[in-house]
């Protein structure tokens, strides 16, 4: 598949697999076995740069919320960030304000000097979407970013994710399983059964299907 910011997956023969294995390729360093175990079946390509010759670069435009939002727990909010805004090369001034408009957009002011590990889960999810759009990526890839969560927390979520997909041209790809949070972000849609494309295409196409095995 390929997406509008140049995003290209080539897969020849590769069968069985799951949505999360191809998150992993993307973004973990600690898949790398599972990754040189299947690279020569999945090609992915990011604006241009081969994630399999050059992955410090392909990453470094890449943001990432994993499911369960992990980060270091004993840290302050504040702290935290401001490291992995040094980790994502950012600094000074442009540091000093990429973290005061996380605190500002995401809701985590009276937060800010607070242990990460007496937060709140939903806290906790917000400070995980933080720390992946901190050094404005052209590509974000959230996994289940609402999972466990309650819907207030849910809105501002999906606020800073529109922001981020109509005002700063993000490329967005999105793990969830709830339909009505995906048709309010995404504008293609691909639902997977069991490790296979079981339907693609437009929302709004899928959202209109019909027949007792099309309910979204």
């Not at 080539?10 to 076995?33: A, E, G, L, P, Q």
């Not at 590990?117 to 901190?134: C, D, F, M, N, V």
């Not at 995404?186 to 494309?197: H, L």
Request: glycine share 6%; with cysteine; aromatic share 8%.
């Amino acid at each position: 598949f390929n997406t509008s910011i140049g995003i290209a997956v080539r897969v020849d023969k590769f069968s069985d697999s799951s949505i999360d294995m191809y998150v992993r390729c993307f973004t973990k360093s600690d898949s790398w076995n599972e990754w040189l175990s299947v690279k020569e079946k999945l090609a992915i390509e990011i604006k241009k740069i081969d994630l399999s010759k050059d992955p410090i670069n392909a990453k470094s435009i890449i943001g990432y919320l994993p499911e369960g939002a992990p980060s270091y727990s004993d840290m302050t909010v504040k702290s935290f960030l401001y490291f992995v805004g040094k980790m994502r090369g950012l600094k000074d001034e442009l540091l000093e304000k990429r973290l005061e408009i996380m605190l500002k957009d995401i809701n985590l002011y009276e937060v800010q000097n607070q242990i990460i590990e007496t937060l709140s889960k939903g806290y906790k999810r917000r400070i995980g979407l933080a720390q992946a759009i901190i050094h404005d990526p052209d590509i974000l890839i959230l996994d289940e970013p609402t999972e466990g969560i309650q819907p207030s927390i849910i809105k501002i979520i999906k606020d800073v994710i529109v922001h981020v997909k109509e005002v700063k041209k993000t490329t967005i790809v999105l793990v969830e399983q709830y339909f009505d949070f995906v048709q309010d972000i995404a504008d293609e849609v691909v639902i997977m059964d069991r490790g296979k494309v079981f339907k693609s295409g437009k929302v709004k196409i899928l959202k209109d299907m019909k027949g007792p095995h099309c309910h979204l």
